[in-house]
C-alpha cells in the first residue's frame, strides 16, 4: 500500500468515532486503493474525512467522511466553488442536513462488502471473449464482442490492505448477457490474496446485481456537489 496510506492508518484517532456501520479504516483503505485505481493522488487526513486532490475535468477535490461529523460542516460552509464533492457514508437525508442550501444532492451509491464467493460460473455468450490485463497493482478486464467491440470492462486495483473494483460497465448493446458478471469474476481471479476484502462502491441498480454475487451493504454512500452555473444565454 502507497507510504502515504499507512501514515493515515497509524494516526487515525479516537476522534473518527467508529461508526456502527462501517469502520473508517476500511474507508480509508478503499479511498487509497480507489486512487491507486485512477490514477488519482493519495487520500489525506483532513477534519475527519479523507480528502483526494484530483484535479480532474470533472473533480477538483474530493472528500468521503465515515460517519457525520463537525469536519464535514466546516468543509461544507467553507467550499463555494463547484467540482467539489462531499461524500458520507450515511443517507441522503443525513448528509442533508449537514449542507448549507447551494450544495446539490447527487444519486445515492452504496458501500459493498464481498461477503461470499460467487456461485455463477455461467458461460460468456458464443463468440465473446474476456481478456485481463494487469500492471502492477491494477487489473483491468475487457470482453470483447464477435465483432471485436468492447462489450464490457471493469477494473480492480489491490493494496495490502483491499481489492477495490471500479468502473464496471457493459455497453448499452450487450446488456442482459452476463458480461458485468464475467467482469467481475475475471478481475477476482487476478487476485492475489486470498484473504484482502473485496470493496467497491455501488449505484441503486448495481446493488441488486452485486447481491447475487455475494455482496452485502456496509453502507449507503451519500454525495453532493455544488453545481455549476449555467452559461448566460
Given at each position: 500500500m502507497i507510504a502515504g496510506a499507512r501514515l493515515l492508518f497509524a494516526h487515525l484517532h479516537l476522534s473518527l468515532m467508529t461508526s456502527s456501520r462501517i469502520d473508517p479504516k476500511l474507508v480509508l483503505a478503499w479511498q487509497a486503493a480507489h486512487s491507486i485505481g485512477r490514477g488519482s493522488p493519495p487520500p489525506v487526513l483532513d477534519r475527519g474525512g479523507f480528502r483526494v486532490d484530483t484535479h480532474s475535468e470533472k473533480e477538483t477535490?474530493?472528500?468521503?467522511?465515515?460517519?457525520?461529523?463537525?469536519?464535514?460542516?466546516?468543509?461544507?460552509?467553507?467550499?463555494?466553488?463547484?467540482?467539489?464533492?462531499?461524500?458520507?457514508?450515511?443517507?441522503?437525508?443525513?448528509?442533508?442536513?449537514a449542507l448549507p442550501a447551494r450544495w446539490q444532492i447527487q444519486p445515492i451509491n452504496y458501500f459493498m462488502l464481498a461477503s461470499a464467493a460467487s456461485a455463477d460460473?455461467?458461460?460468456?455468450?458464443?463468440?465473446?471473449?474476456?481478456?485481463?490485463?494487469?500492471?502492477?497493482?491494477?487489473?483491468?478486464?475487457?470482453?470483447?464482442?464477435?465483432?471485436?467491440?468492447?462489450?464490457?470492462?471493469?477494473?480492480?486495483?489491490?493494496?495490502?490492505?483491499?481489492?477495490?473494483?471500479?468502473?464496471?460497465?457493459?455497453a448499452p448493446a450487450?446488456?442482459?448477457?452476463?458480461?458485468?458478471?464475467?467482469?467481475?469474476?475475471?478481475?477476482?481471479?487476478?487476485?492475489?490474496?486470498?484473504?484482502?476484502?473485496q470493496l467497491l462502491v455501488a449505484t441503486d441498480e448495481g446493488r441488486s446485481l452485486y447481491a447475487t454475487l455475494g455482496w452485502s451493504v456496509l453502507a449507503p454512500l451519500a454525495a453532493a456537489v455544488i453545481p455549476e452555473l449555467e452559461p448566460p444565454r
Open positions: 477535490k474530493r472528500w468521503v467522511f465515515p460517519q457525520l461529523c463537525d469536519g464535514l460542516r466546516a468543509v461544507a460552509d467553507e467550499i463555494v466553488a463547484p467540482r467539489h464533492y462531499l461524500k458520507l457514508c450515511g443517507t441522503d437525508e443525513e448528509l442533508r442536513s460460473t455461467r458461460p460468456l455468450p458464443d463468440g465473446y471473449r474476456v481478456q485481463v490485463d494487469r500492471v502492477g497493482p491494477v487489473a483491468r478486464a475487457s470482453v470483447f464482442a464477435p465483432d471485436g467491440e468492447l462489450a464490457a470492462s471493469g477494473c480492480a486495483a489491490e493494496t495490502d490492505e483491499v481489492f477495490v473494483y471500479d468502473r464496471i460497465e457493459t450487450h446488456r442482459r448477457k452476463g458480461l458485468g458478471v464475467a467482469v467481475m469474476i475475471a478481475l477476482g481471479a487476478a487476485k492475489r490474496s486470498a484473504a484482502t476484502p
